[in-house]
């Protein structure tokens, strides 16, 4: 006995202090993506026509003063139950909410209030209303001014992923505000762009119950020393070339580029808010992650460092039948339809639509 309780001590004392620095991870990551509150939301509902049995609306509200933001939900037309759990989809690069339709109506389907936003500087957020384009200036701009003033400043813009975070969690205010919802019940499934911002929200967030990133997870500080960051900034690659004639850097596409860009669009995302630190704090809520097997933006070494990292806070909080690994074989970067159909089970089994 002698023997075993300062072994228990010991054990106690670092869960402990992995606690304290999740907590702290947490802190130092709201108060980096921190905006100013609108005094209101100011929601905005209108009704669509009917199709296929579903309720729609067409929604806005203020994620900020001057920044609102768009979606659309779908219900299933029976009134009861009264309150149903939720589903948010999150489209990737240069898609839009509609994209994330189909899925949102499977979901409808299902018994579920499927729900679609576009991101910042997409869709409806943006002056085409299609691709890139805003997205990248934005980014852009943020590297500038960012650069100039230091990135740490308050309400500082962080387009790449950060700020999505923030809106998503006035996403859920809003969803809290909604008497078709319960606010309990509330999950998040992102794609690509997607897949990190929903990892990175329900990290920081615990209102999300269920999370399933999909083809988003990933060590961005592996893939900088592995070299293998290209795939991934090359889906913003214009920002990062106005970064670099910024920067007067003749050629920013290089590690050491790259990761002075990561410092002001997107702080410590290689650091401290890296895939392993962020995802394991999601335990012991529901989490699966959908990868393939051959996808260069989320190479499978860098996967396994963050769902390793996963596993053990899983392990440590006796939860390891919540953590869902799915890796689709012969697949780059996509979600396969039968990965979307075991989402939407594994959405069910534990949001209980």
Same mark, same amino acid.
């Given at each position: 006995?002698?023997?075993?309780?300062?072994?228990?001590?010991?054990?106690?004392?670092?869960?402990?202090?992995?606690?304290?620095?999740?907590?702290?991870?947490?802190?130092?990551?709201?108060? %980096?993506?921190?905006?100013?509150?609108?005094?209101?939301?100011? =929601?905005?509902?209108?009704?669509?026509?009917?199709?296929?049995?579903?309720?729609?609306?067409?929604?806005?509200?203020?994620?900020?003063?001057?920044?609102?933001?768009?979606?659309?939900?779908?219900?299933? &037309?029976?009134?009861?139950?009264?309150?149903?759990?939720?589903?948010?989809?999150?489209?990737?690069?240069?898609?839009?909410? !509609?994209?994330?339709?189909?899925?949102?109506?499977?979901?409808?389907?299902?018994?579920?209030?499927?729900?679609?936003?576009?991101?910042?500087?997409?869709?409806?957020?943006?002056?085409?209303?299609?691709?890139?384009?805003?997205?990248?200036? $934005? !980014?852009?701009?943020?590297?500038?001014?960012?650069?100039?003033?230091?990135?740490?400043?308050?309400?500082?813009?962080?387009?790449?992923?950060?700020?999505?975070?923030?809106?998503? !969690?006035?996403?859920?205010?809003?969803?809290?505000?909604?008497?078709?919802?319960?606010?309990?019940?509330?999950?998040?499934?992102?794609?690509?762009?997607?897949?990190?911002?929903?990892?990175?929200? &329900?990290?920081?967030?615990?209102?999300?119950?269920?999370?399933?990133?999909?083809?988003?997870?990933?060590?961005?500080?592996?893939?900088?020393?592995? $070299?293998?960051?290209?795939?991934?900034?090359?889906?913003?690659?214009?920002? %990062?070339?106005?970064?670099?004639?910024?920067?007067?850097?003749?050629?920013?596409?290089?590690?050491?580029?790259?990761?002075?860009?990561?410092?002001?669009?997107?702080?410590?995302?290689?650091?401290?808010?890296?895939? =392993?630190?962020?995802?394991?704090?999601?335990?012991?809520? =529901?989490?699966?992650?959908?990868?393939?097997?051959?996808?260069?933006?989320?190479?499978?070494?860098?996967?396994?460092?963050?769902?390793?990292?996963?596993?053990?806070?899983?392990?440590?909080?006796? &939860?390891?039948?919540?953590?869902?690994?799915?890796?689709?074989?012969?697949?780059?970067?996509?979600?396969?339809?039968?990965?979307?159909?075991?989402?939407?089970?594994?959405?069910?089994?534990?949001?209980?639509?």
């Amino acid at each position: 006995m002698l023997r075993i309780i300062p072994t228990l001590v010991c054990i106690s004392f670092v869960l402990s202090m992995l606690a304290v620095c999740r907590a702290d991870t947490k802190a130092d990551f709201l108060k %980096l993506i921190e905006k100013p509150r609108a005094a209101s939301l100011a =929601p905005q509902v209108e009704q669509l026509p009917a199709d296929e049995g579903f309720v729609q609306y067409h929604f806005s509200f203020n994620a900020e003063p001057n920044e609102r933001i768009t979606g659309i939900l779908v219900r299933p &037309a029976a009134t009861t139950p009264a309150k149903r759990a939720a589903v948010v989809m999150l489209h990737g690069t240069g898609g839009t909410k !509609m994209d994330e339709l189909p899925m949102v109506k499977r979901l409808a389907q299902r018994g579920f209030v499927g729900i679609a936003i576009d991101g910042r500087f997409h869709g409806e957020r943006s002056r085409t209303g299609k691709g890139s384009a805003a997205y990248e200036e $934005a !980014m852009a701009n943020a590297f500038k001014t960012n650069r100039a003033n230091s990135a740490l400043a308050q309400y500082a813009a962080h387009p790449f992923y950060y700020d999505s975070v923030w809106d998503l !969690m006035r996403l859920i205010d809003y969803l809290e505000t909604r008497d078709d919802i319960d606010a309990k019940r509330i999950g998040m499934m992102g794609i690509s762009k997607g897949g990190t911002e929903t990892y990175l929200a &329900a990290a920081v967030d615990l209102r999300i119950a269920v999370a399933i990133p999909c083809i988003g997870v990933q060590s961005f500080k592996w893939a900088l020393d592995n $070299a293998l960051w290209m795939s991934r900034i090359d889906t913003v690659k214009n920002a %990062l070339n106005a970064a670099g004639k910024e920067a007067g850097v003749e050629n920013p596409r290089n590690a050491e580029f790259v990761a002075k860009f990561y410092d002001q669009v997107c702080p410590e995302i290689y650091g401290k808010f890296d895939g =392993p630190a962020m995802l394991r704090m999601i335990a012991p809520r =529901p989490l699966m992650t959908i990868n393939g097997d051959s996808d260069d933006r989320t190479p499978l070494p860098g996967l396994k460092l963050c769902t390793d990292a996963a596993m053990k806070a899983y392990k440590e909080a006796g &939860a390891e039948d919540r953590f869902v690994i799915r890796i689709q074989e012969k697949t780059g970067h996509k979600v396969n339809p039968d990965s979307e159909a075991v989402a939407i089970d594994f959405f069910a089994k534990w949001l209980k639509p």
